[in-house]
């Protein structure tokens, strides 16, 4: 599975991006999907996350702003972002995993999000 990640750009405190993933295969065996994050010196750190049962999950910084999503028929993986924070400024990454282990093995490259204040 190879992933892109897209949808990145410069917003201002309050608006809203949709990021993609799309995986070139299917996404269908793919127990877990979820998006990272990467801030200028900071560590990744994991945003939401989706499984195959549909079983979702949030980091508590994003909860009630984020909604995460997957469309198996399309092999996409997306995250609506909204009330945009500047602290959300980060490199955003899709990630894939065959088991419920997460990170998985699969990383697609990172799209920027970059928010104003």
């Known amino acids: 599975v190879q992933l892109q990640a897209s949808g990145g750009g410069l917003m201002q405190t309050g608006g809203s991006l949709r990021l993609s993933c799309a995986a070139s295969?299917?996404?269908?065996?793919?127990?877990?999907m979820a998006w990272y994050r990467q801030a200028p010196g900071q560590q990744r750190e994991l945003v939401a996350t989706?499984?195959?049962?549909?079983?979702?999950n949030y980091a508590d910084s994003v909860k009630g702003r984020f909604t995460i999503s997957r469309d198996n028929a399309k092999n996409i993986l997306y995250l609506q972002m909204g009330d945009l924070r500047p602290e959300d400024t980060a490199v955003y990454y899709c990630?894939?995993?065959?088991?419920?282990?997460?990170?998985?093995?699969?990383w697609g490259r990172g799209t920027q999000v970059t928010v104003s204040s």
């Open positions: 990630n894939a995993a065959y088991t419920t282990v997460l990170p998985g093995r699969y």
């Open positions: 295969g299917s996404i269908r065996g793919i127990e877990m």
């Open positions: 989706a499984s195959l049962g549909g079983w979702i």
